[in-house]
């Protein structure tokens, strides 16, 4: 087994051991921590397949944003850090058959893909891609997505706003 | 396959300084508690809070300010996301004499962001302790705290 091969199974255990243990401790806090080795896990799979901008991104914006965010919510709610969550039970039933279903769905997808194969050679690094097809091709979805991005701003401030905190 | 492999390697170099960080950490504590005296005594079990007594839990609910300044920095975070692409390709525009049109095309990009900052500026999200200010000017002066 070359060094390839191990690093991706580390990585992969990573990101696995990492959610089995979101999804089954009952900490809440624990389960936000352990949420940060999937991010990270992931991450090391991209790199592992060449897509070295997304690897960034990755760690950018869900173990440096998303996740920040996600603990903040648990730590600034009251009693929510130290709050035990019922695992398994009665509910273990209606997760099997939901988690099964998103199984089947994203199989469905992954085998209807195709995978059309690129005759171009691999790039070294994706981001010069990335960034020319930015400010040429897709130069009007780029600066779109900036209007996204305020209306999702103004958006969650209002909400996170209380009310009666307006104006 | 093999044109990624330089990049590959680039991010090892990562991976290793965060294995021998680890590494150091864990083997730096290893070692000392062999030598270390273990002798515990309830005045050293104690939480040092710079001399003073610890009151109560230390599970308290922060100011929820917190929450609204992580979620105007996940967006200019993303908005970074965007930079970098741009950034790295910016040389090979400004060599073809488009630097100007690239640089305009970021700053109606970030322009467009920075709207959402002004916003969240002047309705007070910024504000730390929000004051009667931003609800009635006359009732500030008179320090009241929303």
């Not at chain 2, 090892?12 to 508690?33: D, E, P």
Request: proline content about 4%.
């Amino acid at each position: 087994m070359d060094i390839k091969t191990l690093l991706e199974l580390m990585f992969g255990l990573l990101t696995v051991a990492s959610a089995i243990w979101v999804a089954f401790t009952p900490k809440l806090l624990h389960a936000g921590f352990s949420l940060l080795f999937t991010f990270f896990g992931v991450a090391g799979l991209y790199v592992m397949l060449g897509a070295d901008f997304l690897a960034a991104v990755q760690v950018l914006v869900y173990i440096g944003g998303i996740l920040v965010l996600l603990l903040f919510g648990i730590l600034l709610t009251t009693a929510m850090p130290t709050a035990e969550l019922t695992v398994g039970g009665t509910r273990r039933g209606q997760g099997l058959a939901l988690g099964m279903l998103l199984l089947g769905l994203l199989l469905l997808a992954v085998f209807r893909a195709g995978w059309p194969l690129s005759m171009n050679a691999l790039p070294e690094t994706t981001a010069s891609d990335i960034g020319k097809g930015f400010m040429t091709t897709w130069l009007l979805p780029f600066e779109v997505a900036s209007i996204l991005l305020l209306g999702a701003m103004l958006g969650a401030l209002h909400l996170a706003r209380r009310a009666g905190e307006d104006q | 396959m093999q044109s990624m492999q330089g990049m590959q390697f680039a991010f090892g170099v990562v991976l290793m300084f965060m294995v021998m960080g680890l590494l150091i950490g864990i083997v730096a504590l290893t070692l000392s508690s062999f030598i270390r005296p273990h002798n515990p005594t309830e005045q050293k079990l104690q939480i040092y809070e710079c001399g003073e007594e610890p009151v109560g839990s230390p599970w308290m609910q922060f100011n929820n300010r917190f929450y609204t300044v992580a979620l105007v920095f996940i967006l200019f975070d993303v908005e970074v996301v965007f930079l970098f692409p741009w950034a790295v390709i910016f040389n090979d525009f400004i060599k073809q004499g488009l630097g100007a049109f690239i640089f305009a095309e970021m700053a109606v990009f970030v322009g467009i962001l920075a709207l959402g900052l002004v916003y969240a500026w002047a309705k007070g999200d910024l504000e730390w302790v929000r004051t009667r200010r931003f609800m009635k000017p006359a009732a500030a002066r008179k320090g009241g705290v929303a």
